[in-house]
């Protein structure tokens, strides 16, 4: 993985845990998400007029990732409603990077090196570390159907993280690539809501208009960043340096939400810091 790579990845992180945030402060989680589907897909419909076709190889893959990407966004709006902010975005985006590299192995062939398997082990103890101590810090104990949705949300970041990055790779055009996946599921989530809610969904969206454009905005530049990586360098390592977007997801709830961010979650940051680095060095 290259400096730039690198670079690119840790952007995404900070842009799509702001974006998350941004669908968060919604109380509605369907409208949140229906603004978000919405706009993207207006924005990936004018990109798509100015870039080329993915090539056939990569139509499969597209179908799949779009379905997984549904079921994503479904659990990732369950999590937020049951759980705070800074515990259910950490647990769900830490347990992905560990999954991609098992699935990597098998599926895709990739095979790292003594160090990256450690960092890769070591950043994703930390990722857990901050969501998972965040309870104990709290002094309660955990509400398990909301972490049980944001762990089933973990695993649907693997299955798709997987299945762009073969797909991408065979599309030949990773803007391309993600402005057709934006396309075939975007929609899927604002049809639901305008059927539940018929007649009244303009006017539960008008006050949130803004912050759905840039969530928008901000979750098609995250994931072209990612795409674009996972081009250059292997999955595994991309998936969890990715997944440093939750140290920006805990400190966002400690700041704007007001929820907990104490001594053991700085402990489990420093894991995730390590692991980064040993990500980084070359075999």
């Not at 830490?94 to 990597?104: E, I, N, Q, S």
């Not at 944001?150 to 030949?172: F, H, M, P, Q």
């Not at 969206?205 to 912050?211: D, G, I, K, M, N």
């Not at 805990?250 to 680095?277: C, H, N, T």
Request: some cysteine; proline content about 5%.
């Amino acid at each position: 993985m290259t400096p730039l790579v690198a670079a690119a990845v840790l952007l995404a992180a900070f842009t799509h845990a702001t974006w998350n945030a941004l669908a968060h402060t919604v109380k509605d989680q369907l409208v949140a998400f229906t603004l978000i589907g919405g706009c993207s897909t207006s924005i990936a419909a004018v990109a798509a007029c100015f870039t080329p076709l993915p090539q056939a190889g990569a139509w499969p893959y597209l179908v799949a990732s779009a379905l997984l990407h549904v079921g994503y966004q479904v659990l990732l709006m369950r999590s937020f409603t049951l759980g705070d902010f800074g515990q259910m975005y950490p647990i769900a985006r830490g347990t992905a990077p560990l999954v991609v590299t098992v699935l990597a192995a098998v599926f895709v062939g990739e095979s790292l090196t003594t160090w990256q398997l450690t960092g890769v082990a070591v950043a994703s103890a930390g990722l857990v570390g901050v969501a998972l101590w965040g309870f104990r810090g709290a002094g309660t104990r955990p509400h398990w159907p909301a972490l049980l949705a944001a762990l089933a949300t973990g695993l649907s970041i693997a299955a798709y993280t997987v299945v762009d990055g073969v797909g991408v790779r065979a599309s030949g055009t990773p803007i391309g690539y993600i402005a057709w996946l934006m396309l075939m599921q975007g929609l899927v989530i604002p049809a639901y809501a305008g059927y539940r809610f018929r007649g009244t969904l303009l006017a539960r969206l008008r006050p949130h208009a803004a912050r759905g454009f840039l969530g928008a905005v901000l979750s098609l530049v995250a994931y072209s960043l990612v795409l674009w990586a996972q081009t250059r360098a292997a999955l595994a390592p991309i998936a969890a340096l990715r997944e440093s977007s939750i140290i920006v997801g805990a400190a966002i709830g400690a700041l704007f939400f007001k929820e907990r961010f104490g001594g053991p979650r700085i402990v489990a940051a420093g894991l995730m810091v390590v692991g980064i680095g040993l990500m980084l060095r070359a075999g």
